[in-house]
Structure formats: structure tokens, C-alpha cells
T-cell receptor, first 112, second 115 residues
């Protein structure tokens, strides 16, 4: 089962524009992570935000977390053609036996 | 430092045939995962190892899938016999320990096509 649901399913923007991707989840979490997957490749970890954090930055990436709304957003500023990829949010639910659960992903296309 | 290494990268087999995938995790990583990713979907966990012990195999279809991690390092995932619905990417990943605050590092995946 996949807890995180990303929105939109696909996003196409012009190089230089910002890209905003959203993720909603259902149960209480320990942390939420975003991963990127280039076509035909494995997943690459981008950023992790803990349940007691509200915002985190890493280079051109900005992640927010609203636990009251059970949602997160990933913002990529000044997008580049190389940012074209699928982006997944993954949630780590609370609990001793919890496991990281991935959403279906968002396909981002950045037009040069 | 070498990343997670998987082989083969691509495999095409006929249904009912067996297939095996191999994974070498990042050196020193105690936790090893096998995920399956269907087209257009996110990865779904099949099995997780802590050293050589399978601590979560609840999603592994045990009638045809098996996995092992001898000596707590390399791992193999086997499907016998393969079915058409098994066509997917099989991703191996590792982390330094199961603490969910740790980053999971993925291999490039083994792409299976069952015809």
C-alpha cells in the first residue's frame, strides 16, 4: 500500500521557473523524505524533514511540512532541464515496525 | 565510495522460468532492502534485512519469491517460476541501520521483463 499521494501527477514548466510538488499522507509520521528518479535509474535521496520541523532547505530545494494538514511540499527554484525526473515522497510512519512507504511519484518536465 | 551495486541490469525471460538478482550494498550498511517498482508507480518494499536476518518480509510473495543475505553482506532475490505480472524493476537499497532518520541509498535496479 502507498500512503503518500503526490500532486500533481505530472508537471511541465519552462527552465528558470519554480516547480512546486505536493504530497499528502494519512497517518502520523516520524519523518517525510523526497527522492528523485531519473529515467531508467535508481532513486536518489534529496531531503528529509522530521515531524517536528516545518521547513528545510538544501540548495535550490525547499521542503515544508504541515503535520496538521498531513501534507508536504517540495519547491525547486530556478529549475533546469537537468531537473527533469520523477519525484517521490516517502513517509516513515510512527511505530517500532514502521517502514518507509513511497507515493506514486510526480513526473516533472523542464523545457529548455 | 561505491554505491549499491545490482546485477543484472536487464533480464528478459519466458514465463515459468526462474530468475535471480544480486545486490552488493554499500560497505558497512547493516540494513538491506529489496523493493519492486511497477511502471508508473513508486517502489514497494518486498523484504528488509538487518544484517543476515529478514525482519520484514510481509510483502514478499513467498510462494514464488525467495531471498537470502548470507553473511549479512550481499543478497540475492529469486523468483521461481516467474509470471507475466512479475515484470517490474527490482531495486536493492541499503542504509547504515534501520533508524528511519537515515537515508536509504538505492541501486540502479534490475529491469525484469517476463514474456
Amino acid at each position: 500500500s502507498q500512503q503518500g499521494e503526490e500532486d500533481p501527477q505530472a508537471l511541465s514548466i519552462q527552465e528558470g521557473e519554480n516547480a512546486t510538488m505536493n504530497c499528502s499522507y494519512k497517518t502520523s509520521i516520524n519523518n517525510l523524505q523526497w527522492y528523485r528518479q531519473n529515467s531508467g535509474r535508481g532513486l536518489v535521496h534529496l531531503i528529509l524533514i522530521r515531524s517536528n520541523e516545518r521547513e528545510k532547505h538544501s540548495g535550490r530545494l525547499r521542503v515544508t511540512l504541515d503535520t496538521s494538514k498531513k501534507s508536504s511540499s517540495l519547491l525547486i527554484t530556478a529549475s533546469r532541464a537537468a531537473d527533469t525526473a520523477s519525484y517521490f515522497c516517502a513517509t516513515a510512519p510512527r511505530g517500532a515496525n514502521s517502514k518507509l512507504t513511497f507515493g506514486k511519484g510526480i513526473t516533472l518536465s523542464v523545457r529548455p | 565510495e561505491a554505491g549499491v551495486v545490482q546485477s543484472p541490469r536487464y533480464k528478459i525471460i519466458e514465463k515459468k522460468q526462474p530468475v535471480a538478482f544480486w545486490c552488493n550494498p554499500i560497505s558497512g550498511h547493516n540494513t538491506l532492502y529489496w523493493y519492486r517498482q511497477n511502471l508508473g508507480q513508486g517502489p514497494e518494499l518486498l523484504i528488509r534485512y538487518e544484517n543476515e536476518e529478514a525482519v520484514d518480509d510481509s510483502q514478499l510473495p513467498k510462494d514464488r519469491f525467495s531471498a537470502e543475505r548470507l553473511k549479512g553482506v550481499d543478497s540475492t532475490l529469486k523468483i521461481q517460476p516467474a509470471e507475466l505480472g512479475d515484470s517490474a524493476v527490482y531495486l536493492c537499497a541499503s542504509s547504515s541501520h534501520q533508524g528511519l532518520g537515515n537515508t536509504i541509498y538505492f541501486g540502479e535496479g534490475s529491469w525484469l521483463t517476463v514474456v
